[in-house]
């Protein structure tokens, strides 16, 4: 991936451009205000912990600049890498991603006598998470060209990215955006046939998000195909125990920063001297709002025959469980989750009925049928199956398990065939870029003028000729813009958009 060609020089620039943009947008004092005047602040019953450090004057400044980026879940996050899991709730974040903030402050210890822990803190989230949205991006565009091996798409796929509905949320104090790089760079390293890089990655993400564990899949299918593949060629047993054994270690590989949390919180909790102090403006905290620490009664769920805490916190605290959301009341939430959910599943049925025996036999069959040795590049590329596969059992599982409004950004963090699928759109419904490629030997680079003189990036093109654009490309690019905007201007007003 390094060093960087042209179009991913163009990538990483449209993402500095759109990061720098959205970070002007919640730090500028005049943006804010027009923000504020818009929306005002909105008085959220969410986790708002006490701040223990004295506040100077450069820490007020802080909080005036990036305090937006401290909202919902964010608060979280940030509670957890300044006093760590205290509050039994604390414990459906997973410890990743305060780690890495926990790294962040220490390149920023020159400051600590000018600045307080959380003021470096929050210095340190908007910074790393501008890091991993660009890194983000850059493996996203990696990965298309070895999946889709078309570099047009996989570039307008990596554009796009940096256009995410989920765009708050790689921005702000949320766990997104270094997920997001960790699991894009996993697969490009698992298409490169490097399984334990690709493994090492793929467990860093289960420490940093649940939904990691899902990634096993990608594990479990490499490892498939090459047995498939070698039927008939090597010793069918002793490549039957080699896939066995094979499976078992990705499963445990993955498993094992789930389950080394869980042990974590079985010890806080279910263990007896093992809790921490806690000051007490915290310990109030606890009494007031009823929150559970562990110095207080054992929970029920260290009874259980396997103790896990996360699942106790979803069902408890969150409420989370197959069609618990489905209520009246719920309406506005599903609509905010519609645009996603139709997005991924006009995908998905359009892969499918393009290759539906391929579908039936998983891509594993083998036989005499060679149509599919020369498959045609692209978002209809075998290859894809998988990753089809994966981002149809997340918004499956969300849609029926979850608060179905994180929708956009659990799956805009984490599977990109929610940018393949606008792409290969863009690419074959916009006649705009259709006719580019109508120029044998046109490089990918060259300029993309579309009435721009030296424009070289054609996302940006379609936005300055939105009036010839077909309607595919205006619901496409309406949609990834005012999610986009709409996100920054209610999520930093603590209105929910979580």
């Not at 009925?353 to 209809?380: A, I, S």
């Not at 690019?477 to 209105?495: D, I, K, P, Q």
């Amino acid at each position: 991936m390094w060093p960087l060609n042209p179009s991913q020089k163009e990538v990483l620039r449209f993402a500095v451009s759109c990061r720098a943009l959205t970070l002007m947008l919640q730090v500028s004092h005049s943006c804010l205000a027009l923000f504020n005047a818009i929306i005002p602040d909105h008085h959220a019953e969410a986790f708002s912990p006490p701040h223990l450090a004295p506040s100077g004057f450069m820490d007020q400044i802080v909080q005036s600049l990036l305090g937006g980026l401290s909202r919902w879940d964010a608060e979280h996050f940030l509670f957890i890498a300044e006093h760590g899991y205290l509050y039994e709730h604390n414990f459906a974040f997973f410890p990743g991603f305060p780690l890495a903030l926990l790294i962040g402050t220490e390149l920023l210890r020159p400051l600590r006598g000018l600045l307080n822990q959380r003021s470096c803190l929050l210095i340190s989230a908007a910074s790393l998470n501008s890091l991993f949205f660009l890194l983000a991006a850059v493996a996203l565009h990696d990965l298309g060209c070895l999946v889709l091996r078309c570099p047009r798409q996989a570039f307008y796929a990596a554009l796009l990215f940096c256009l995410s509905p989920a765009n708050v949320f790689l921005t702000a104090g949320y766990s997104e955006a270094l997920f997001a790089f960790l699991t894009f760079s996993a697969m490009g390293q698992l298409e490169r046939g490097r399984v334990l890089t690709s493994g090492l990655l793929f467990a860093l993400a289960t420490g940093v998000r649940s939904n990691g564990l899902v990634s096993v899949g990608f594990l479990l299918y490499s490892q498939c195909q090459g047995f498939f593949s070698s039927l008939g060629v090597l010793n069918p047993l002793r490549q039957l125990f080699k896939l066995l054994a094979s499976l078992c270690l990705s499963v445990l590989a993955l498993s094992l920063p789930f389950a080394l949390f869980q042990y974590y919180a079985y010890t806080q909790f279910c263990l007896p001297g093992s809790a921490h102090s806690i000051p007490k403006p915290l310990m109030q905290l606890a009494v007031d709002k009823g929150y559970r620490i562990a110095e207080g009664n054992e929970p029920p769920w260290c009874s259980w025959d396997l103790p896990l805490i996360y699942s106790y916190i979803q069902d408890v605290y969150w409420n989370v469980g197959f069609l618990r959301y489905y209520e009246l009341k719920q309406i506005p939430n599903f609509l905010l989750a519609a645009p996603v959910t139709v997005l991924v599943s006009c995908a998905t049925w359009t892969y499918v009925t393009t290759h539906p025996w391929l579908c039936l036999t998983l891509g594993l069959q083998r036989g005499k049928n060679k149509t599919l040795e020369k498959p045609n590049p692209g978002f209809h590329s075998p290859q894809v199956f998988v990753y089809m596969v994966h981002a149809s059992v997340l918004l499956l599982f969300g849609g029926l398990c979850m608060h179905v409004q994180v929708l956009t950004r659990f799956l805009g963090s984490s599977t990109p065939f929610m940018y393949w699928f606008p792409a290969y759109l863009l690419q074959n419904q916009e006649p705009l870029l259709r006719s580019l490629e109508k120029i044998p030997g046109k490089p990918l680079m060259e300029d993309f003028t579309l009435g721009q003189k030296g424009l070289r990036n054609p996302i940006m093109g379609l936005l300055y000729n939105w009036k010839t654009c077909s309607p595919v490309t205006r619901c496409i690019l309406g949609y990834f813009l005012t999610y986009w905007l709409l996100g920054l201007l209610l999520h930093c007003n603590f209105l929910p958009w979580t």
